[in-house]
T-cell receptor
Framework: NAGVMQNPRHLVRRRGQEARLRCSPMKGHSHVYWYRQLPEEGLKFMVYLQKENIIDESGMPKERFSAEFPKEGPSILRIQQVVRGDSAAYFC?????????????FGEGSRLTVL | KQEVTQIPAALSVPEGENLVLNCSFTDSAIYNLQWFRQDPGKGLTSLLLIQSSQREQTSGRLNASLDKSSGRSTLYIAASQPGDSATYLCAVVTGTASKLTFGTGTRLQVTL
């Protein structure tokens, strides 16, 4: 049973470009979460999605960031017009149930560097 | 607003020693608490999940306890090994929130 798969593992973008990060949850998991880990800081929640629905996006910056989890295919975290402050590790996690009862499993992360 | 604190921030112990990592949280209305391990440049590995109705969970050399009323959890590692060297994170789910609130972690080094 493959774990949570994220790609790319490393991504380099110049300021103003777009970054797209993909996440395939574990088999049988329909709940997906994105977290961001800034250098020397803890993980911060960004967004929680179930298939085709955004459940909680309270941690997402209001501009330039968007997330989706289509009926078919991986979840995508999209960052438009990237800035240096977006450089971070972006982690995806999935669970079979919501986090109120379910255990969360994390991917290896996508490390974004903005030049 | 939930805040999670982990003490100490860093810890170095010789191989074979038993050790305790501490986690405290300000809002005791949690659904569950989860301990993770993070190796440098890697993702998070789930170690133990404790539901709010439970007092402890055990997995191998690891034992996690939860005292919800006092807002504390401890992770006990028995007979530490160099392979245990990593950053240990605790995280809680609070109230009706669907998200984990993480502590900043304890960086553990087990020396030979």
């Amino acid at each position: 049973n493959a774990g949570v798969m994220q790609n790319p593992r490393h991504l380099v973008r110049r300021r103003g470009q777009e970054a797209r990060l993909r996440c395939s949850p574990m088999k049988g998991h329909s709940h997906v979460y994105w977290y961001r880990q800034l250098p020397e800081e803890g993980l911060k929640f960004m967004v929680y999605l179930q298939k085709e629905n955004i459940i909680d996006e309270s941690g997402m910056p209001k501009e330039r960031f968007s997330a989706e989890f289509p009926k078919e295919g991986p979840s995508i975290l999209r960052i438009q017009q990237v800035v240096r402050g977006d450089s971070a590790a972006y982690f995806c996690a999935s669970s079979r149930q919501g986090t109120n009862t379910g255990e969360l499993f994390f991917g290896e992360g996508s490390r974004l560097t903005v030049l | 607003k939930q805040e999670v604190t982990q003490i100490p921030a860093a810890l170095s112990v010789p191989e074979g020693e038993n050790l305790v990592l501490n986690c405290s949280f300000t809002d005791s209305a949690i659904y569950n608490l989860q301990w993770f391990r993070q190796d440098p440049g890697k993702g998070l590995t789930s170690l133990l999940l404790i539901q709010s109705s439970q007092r402890e969970q055990t997995s191998g050399r690891l034992n996690a306890s939860l005292d919800k009323s006092s807002g504390r959890s401890t992770l006990y590692i028995a007979a530490s090994q160099p392979g245990d060297s990593a950053t240990y994170l605790c995280a809680v789910v609070t109230g009706t929130a669907s998200k984990l609130t993480f502590g900043t972690g304890t960086r553990l080094q087990v020396t030979l």
